[in-house]
Each structure stands twice: as C-alpha cells, then as structure tokens.
Nanobody
Framework: QVQLVESGGGLVQPGGSLRLSCAAS????????MGWYRQAPGKQRELVAV???????NYADSVKGRFTISRDNAKNTVSLQMNSLKPEDTAVYYC????????WGQGTQVTVSS
C-alpha cells in the first residue's frame, strides 16, 4: 500500500514562496497521476494541481501561473512550488493520486499572513 508523507508547509507573508514535497512509498508510484489538494477551514478539499505519469500538468484557475507541480519518479516524490502566495491560499495541503484513491497523509499546513 502506498503511503504519503507531505512536508514543507509553514507561515509566509503574502507574496512569498513555499515549496511542498510529498514522499510516497511503494514502487507503483510512477504509474499514478498525482495531485496536490488543499482544504481550508470550513471548506471542502479541492484539487489545485495535477501531474500525469509522464509529466503533463494542469492547474486550478486560482493558482495558475503561481504554482508549479513536478515529480521525480525515481525518488517517488511530487513537489509543489508555490509563488506569489495569497492569504486565500491558506489551507492544509495534501498529495494523493488523481483520482484520490490512496490513503490520505497528514497534510502540511500553509498559512499566508502578514
């Protein structure tokens, strides 16, 4: 069973940057499309970025041009570079497959505030 561990969150000022990482166990990682999701307080979890097994990417309109998703199949990792962060990006961020069929990890908190 694939396990997911997210890291890299923190407190950042508006306009700042963070890089999130997700480490996945299991040799089947490379066949999955992977996504980064986020859940803000009182809101449903939403997909913000997805990358196919061969590197094709897609983004939610709210993060397009600011976030970049990437993956390293050899290291079983998927990353999310977040630039020009806004207060509305504040949420717990999770990685999972697309669709999200894997067990959810603990997530990593991103707080954008001055």
């Amino acid at each position: 069973q694939v396990q997911l561990v997210e890291s890299g969150g923190g407190l950042v000022q508006p306009g700042g940057s963070l890089r999130l990482s997700c480490a996945a166990s299991g040799s089947i990682f490379s066949i999955y499309a992977m996504g980064w999701y986020r859940q803000a307080p009182g809101k449903q979890r939403e997909l913000v970025a997805v990358i196919s097994s061969i590197g094709i990417t897609n983004y939610a309109d709210s993060v397009k041009g600011r976030f970049t998703i990437s993956r390293d199949n050899a290291k079983n990792t998927v990353s999310l570079q977040m630039n020009s962060l806004k207060p509305e990006d504040t949420a717990v961020y999770y990685c999972n497959g697309r669709p999200p069929l894997l067990t959810w990890g603990q997530g990593t908190q991103v707080t954008v505030s001055s």
